[in-house]
């Protein structure tokens, strides 16, 4: 994990120079995947690197733990609540604020694109990079929303699955109540990655490095994988 560890920090040292870019700007959600992922930018950019936590409507906990992880290795951050524009949006489109706690995708997904607007405006006014926290796992099947998690420049974890994500977690020293926490993606009170998905990263992430996986794993995966293909593609243009 060392050297895989080594590895990453110096492709974000070359990507940030090759892009004429002074820094990185990440979105510390209190979980494991953005806590790797903002430790490896710091690493990378010492005195250029923002971390900023975005809470809207979420749990308490989450924020905390974000704060945990700025604060263990020294990551300078911002904490922007954004549950007010999050409910006008909703009253703008539905007509009425009550729905703000509906678990329908369409309305719970306003919640990680207004998260992309406010990263993008920091990396914007610093000159950085926003460095996405999406992983292997989570881009084969397509779990990210679209313009929201997916909208990033870069995204170190890209070719780590899950359980990569928790070796390199535990070689960086990422505090032990984040490895242990369950995975999600926080879109509403008590969400789940993998009760979401219907299957568990341990055999998501074996199906991925081995291809090896039972009837329904493997229709999953399949089923997930080709109503999200669009998630990973350019906009369609005629070809003539």
């Excluded at 560890?5 to 004429?20: H, Y």
């Excluded at 870019?21 to 959600?29: D, I, P």
């Excluded at 170190?156 to 994500?165: A, D």
Aim: hydrophobic share 40%; aromatic share 8%.
């Amino acid at each position: 994990m060392h050297l895989l560890a080594q590895r990453l920090v110096e492709w974000l040292k070359e990507q940030a120079a090759a892009r004429g870019a002074r820094g990185y700007v990440v979105g510390l959600s209190g979980g494991i995947d953005s806590a790797v992922t903002a430790v490896l930018c710091k690493q990378a950019c010492p005195d250029d690197v923002l971390g900023v936590i975005m809470p809207c409507y979420s749990n308490p906990q989450d924020a905390e733990d974000a704060r945990l992880v700025a604060e263990t290795f020294a990551i300078p951050f911002k904490e922007i609540v954004l549950d007010e524009p999050f409910t006008i949006m909703v009253r703008l489109l539905t007509g009425d604020e009550k729905h703000v706690q509906d678990r329908e995708l369409s309305i719970a997904n306003i919640k990680p694109r207004l998260r992309m607007i406010t990263l993008y405006f920091y990396a914007s006014r610093l000159k950085y990079l926003v460095a996405g926290t999406g992983n292997r796992s989570e881009l084969t099947v397509g779990y990210f929303t679209k313009h929201g998690d997916g909208g990033v420049d870069l995204l170190p974890l890209g070719n780590l699955v899950k359980r990569q994500v928790y070796e390199l977690a535990e070689h960086l020293g990422i505090p032990r109540r984040i490895i242990e926490k369950p995975p999600s993606a926080g879109l509403w009170s008590g969400q789940n990655d993998e009760a979401e998905m219907g299957i568990s990263y341990r055999e998501l992430d074996e199906f991925i490095l081995t291809g090896k996986a039972d009837q329904r794993v493997m229709e999953v995966v399949k089923t997930l994988a080709t109503k999200n293909a669009h998630k990973k593609q350019l906009p369609a243009i005629p070809p003539f």
